[in-house]
């Protein structure tokens, strides 16, 4: 039985409706507010810092390099959120033009209320080398490259109608940017990347489709046994809504999906556009100048505990020199190898940082030539802090650990923020993302997955364990795959449902599954080759 034949009996949901000549006209009128208020925001932080506006070529790179980055958004938006309406639209629980205005809206509040912690997971895969130097060409040529590349393979799986993760597409590009960059630079390609942090966001991209699978399979079952309702488990009928509790349910599940997905998903771009911001106007981006009043006495304190837990540095040694600290904590970083050296260099790092931060009495006051050699400073040492925690050779005790970890806080608070203005924008790009293009995926998923025809109880137990993975990796700070946990989670409930898979289909998002980490690798990987020949 295939797809044609499962379908055929009952009419596929309108999907031409579109948004009309109104909605069309507040698309348009929200994507000119939107890129109106980026210029805005990036002028009056750049005028607050002292840095000319005027100043032609940074901000160029920063107008190209920010509709990339807010283009991957957009794409990410109709390619991975299409999953979120696919169950309310097949199920009659919603029209079409609605059930995708709606997921915006909800995309929209999800990146807005977003807690920030997925952002950063994703940029500290980067080699810390090129986050130092993420304003040189080398840096440029790096956002270029991992951006173009993810767009790339989203977009040609978005023209298939494979369900494909977003999630694995910019890790591949970010992985494959690191591996390059340490080839050309002599080094073995598995020191380019932050192994332990990728193996961390493999494992959760691929334990939650089988969450999904599994889960969802399991809900099912459980729905079956404790709701003797036959509406929830029969097939819709052509253009009936379903009974109003079934209609609310389904509703209710497609906001959840939604707005995880903003929350999750959104996070992805934050991060790359931070470091576009501190690359093109560091003055302005590159500290937190919004740190509270008693940031820097706590910032003071936390530095002298974790200096001592690292048992100081001998100032007349001219090893422990900051400019030898630095070189000797990034050395650690990139290559893993833990020396005697080691804890008393990043000691030494984190007496200069204190030092630097005292002497100008707080991140707000830090002179605009000083701001991104303080900030580089700042990275290193939480990243090296971040390390030597877990480093086994390094033999610290629990409170050695308490101590650093405690001022890797601080570190962190200074220079891993978000301004507000840059979780509108990406709000704005995901959610009008999402009310255009979402036709292709859509159709897989309502059509595709399954032999027969959707029912209420599947599409609700699809998205109410995608709505949940989703929040916990949020919680933990981790990417998922919103394609991946709900597509398998709808897989499950047809296995659940004895209704049977469409092996086409399943094999082909097997082989999107597979094939998206290795190609994103090497298409990331070339571009920055390519790219670095010409910035």
């Given at each position: 039985m295939n797809a044609s034949v499962a379908v055929s009996k009952y009419e596929r949901p309108n999907l031409e409706g579109g948004l009309g000549l109104a909605g069309q006209l507040g698309f348009g009128a929200a994507i000119l507010a939107a890129i109106a208020y980026v210029a805005y925001s990036v002028y009056v932080d750049a005028n607050a810092a002292g840095v000319s506006a005027m100043a032609f070529l940074p901000?160029?790179?920063?107008?190209?390099?920010?509709?990339?980055?807010?283009?991957?958004?957009?794409?990410?938006?109709?390619?991975?959120?299409?999953?979120?309406?696919?169950t309310v639209i097949y199920t009659n629980a919603m029209p079409a033009n609605v059930a995708v205005v709606w997921s915006g809206f909800f995309n929209f509040v999800g990146v807005l209320l977003s807690s920030g912690a997925v952002a950063f997971g994703i940029v500290s895969l980067l080699p810390v080398e090129l986050i130092l130097q993420v304003g040189s060409s080398a840096g440029f040529a790096?956002?270029?490259?991992?951006l173009i590349a993810a767009i790339m393979w989203n977009l040609a799986t978005w023209w298939l109608g494979i369900p494909s993760s977003s999630s694995h597409t910019l890790i591949g590009s970010i992985i494959g940017v690191g591996v390059a960059n340490a080839m050309m630079h002599g080094k073995s390609g598995t020191a380019g990347v932050d192994w332990t942090k990728a193996s961390e966001i493999g494992q959760a991209l691929l334990i939650s489709p089988l969450v999904g699978f599994g889960v969802a399979a399991l809900l099912f079952l459980a729905m079956?046994?404790?709701?003797?309702?036959?509406?929830?488990?029969?097939?819709?009928?052509?253009?009936?809504?379903?009974?109003?509790?079934?209609?609310a349910l389904l509703i209710f599940t497609c906001t959840g999906v939604s707005f995880a997905h903003g929350s999750n998903d959104g996070q992805?771009?934050?991060?790359?556009?931070?470091?576009?911001?501190?690359?093109?106007?560091?003055?302005?981006?590159?500290?937190?100048?919004?740190?509270?009043?008693?940031?820097?006495q706590e910032f003071h304190v936390g530095a002298d505990a974790a200096y001592a837990a690292l048992g100081g540095a001998p100032a007349t040694n001219p090893t422990f020199q900051p400019a030898a600290a630095?070189?000797?904590?990034?050395?650690?970083i990139a290559d893993k190898n833990h020396q005697a050296s080691t804890a008393p260099a990043l000691a030494a790092l984190i007496k200069d940082i204190d030092r630097q931060v005292d002497e100008y009495g707080?991140?707000?006051?830090?002179?605009?030539?000083?701001?991104?050699?303080?900030?580089?400073?700042?990275?290193?040492?939480?990243?090296g802090i971040k390390r030597l925690a877990k480093d086994k050779a390094a033999n610290l005790n629990e409170g050695q650990v308490e101590a650093i970890n405690g001022f890797k806080k601080s570190l962190d608070a200074g220079t891993r923020f978000i301004p507000t203005w840059v979780k509108v924008a990406v709000a704005f790009a995901l959610g009008l993302g999402t009310m255009v293009g979402w036709k292709r995926i859509v159709v897989t998923v309502g059509e595709k997955i399954?032999?027969?025809?959707?029912?209420?109880?599947?599409?609700?137990?699809?998205?109410?364990?995608?709505?949940?993975?989703?929040?916990?990796?949020?919680?933990?700070?981790?990417?998922?795959?919103?394609?991946?946990?709900?597509?398998?989670?709808?897989?499950g409930t047809m296995a659940a449902n004895g209704s049977g898979l469409?092996?086409?289909?399943?094999?082909?998002?097997?082989?999107?599954?597979?094939?998206?980490?290795?190609?994103?690798?090497?298409?990331a990987g070339g571009l920055y080759a390519l790219f670095s020949m010409f910035f």
């Open positions: 901000f160029a790179l920063l107008f190209i390099a920010l509709l990339i980055a807010l283009g991957f958004e957009f794409v990410n938006g109709f390619h991975d959120t299409a999953n979120a309406v696919a790096m956002v270029f490259a991992l079956k046994v404790l709701i003797r309702n036959k509406e929830l488990y029969q097939e819709p009928k052509n253009g009936v809504p379903p009974p109003l509790w079934i209609r992805k771009g934050m991060g790359l556009i931070m470091l576009i911001l501190i690359g093109t106007v560091p003055t302005a981006y590159a500290l937190n100048r919004a740190v509270p009043a008693s940031y820097t630095r070189i000797a904590v990034t050395s650690y707080s991140l707000a006051k830090v002179p605009a030539s000083a701001s991104e050699n303080v900030r580089n400073d700042m990275y290193l040492a939480s990243e399954g032999k027969s025809h959707l029912t209420y109880a599947q599409g609700a137990s699809a998205e109410l364990v995608a709505m949940g993975t989703i929040f916990a990796a949020d919680h933990l700070g981790l990417p998922v795959s919103t394609t991946h946990v709900l597509s398998s989670g709808v897989a469409q092996m086409s289909t399943v094999r082909n998002m097997l082989m999107a599954w597979v094939l998206t980490l290795p190609v994103s690798i090497l298409l």
